[in-house]
């Protein structure tokens, strides 16, 4: 099984600041799909973005983005301009397309606290 | 929106019962999902389903059991439960076919065996 390690178990940021969250996984395939989920203290895993690894552009969502370094299997997280309401736990996740139900690997996860 | 939704969001358990754990998503997704969710151990996936009465073991199906009649509901059974199986249980859908789509979760259901 593919393993991911977030090796950031906790990171604070100011509000309004830029703060990068660390993926990194280990695979031998060459196509496979990569995600970030964030999960606030209500438990509802949200998805924040997501990357196809075949695509060379990094993906975008508003202040949220990636950095997609295949070659190092990196998939780090960038959120500009930081708010209050980010502060939650946010996962990285491998789906691997060799295997049947498509399931997802986690990493174990990266706390991120948002100060004012 | 999908929508998955699991049958308690708490509950607590004696050492020894057998325990449901219901989901059910309004989507007519093939695939559902059993996850544990431990304080630095990240989400483990505990089975998972990819049709009406099929099952596949995740990385810790020890203690576990799973049914699928419908294919709209997705349940996992703790045969006899134990302190070790607290935790937070996540379950999860995804389409088959939609490779791109990312899985859906339910809130969550805190289980406490005392």
Redesign the interface.
């Known amino acids: 099984?593919q393993t991911v390690t977030?090796s950031q178990?906790e990171m604070s940021v100011q509000e309004a600041e830029t703060v990068t969250l660390s993926c990194t996984y280990d695979t031998s395939e060459s196509d496979y799909?990569l995600?970030w989920?964030k999960q606030p203290p209500?438990?509802?895993?949200i998805?924040v973005i997501?990357q196809?690894a075949y695509k060379q552009q990094n993906a975008t969502e508003n202040r949220f983005s990636v950095n997609f370094q295949k070659a190092a299997k990196s998939f780090s997280l960038k959120i500009s301009d930081s708010q209050l309401g980010d502060a939650a736990m946010y996962?990285c996740a491998y789906?691997s397309?060799s295997v049947?139900?498509?399931?997802?690997?986690?990493?174990?996860?990266t706390s991120l606290l948002v100060t004012p | 929106d999908v929508k998955v939704t699991q049958s308690s969001r708490y509950l607590v358990k004696r050492t020894g019962e057998k325990v449901f754990l219901e989901c059910v998503q309004d989507m007519d997704h093939e695939n559902m999902f059993w996850y544990r969710q431990d304080p630095g151990l990240g989400l483990r996936l505990i089975y998972f389903s990819y049709d009406v009465k099929m099952k596949e073991k995740g990385d810790i199906p020890e203690g576990y059991s799973v049914s699928r009649e419908k294919k709209e509901r997705f349940s996992l059974i703790l045969e006899s439960a134990s302190t070790n199986q607290t935790s937070m249980y996540l379950c999860a859908s995804s389409p088959m076919d939609i490779l791109w789509e990312p899985q859906h979760f339910g809130d969550g259901t805190r289980l406490s065996i005392l």
Do not use: D, I, V
């Open positions: 099984a977030q178990p799909y995600f989920y209500s438990r509802q895993m998805l997501r196809e996962f789906r397309l049947s139900g498509y399931a997802l690997n986690f990493g174990k996860g």
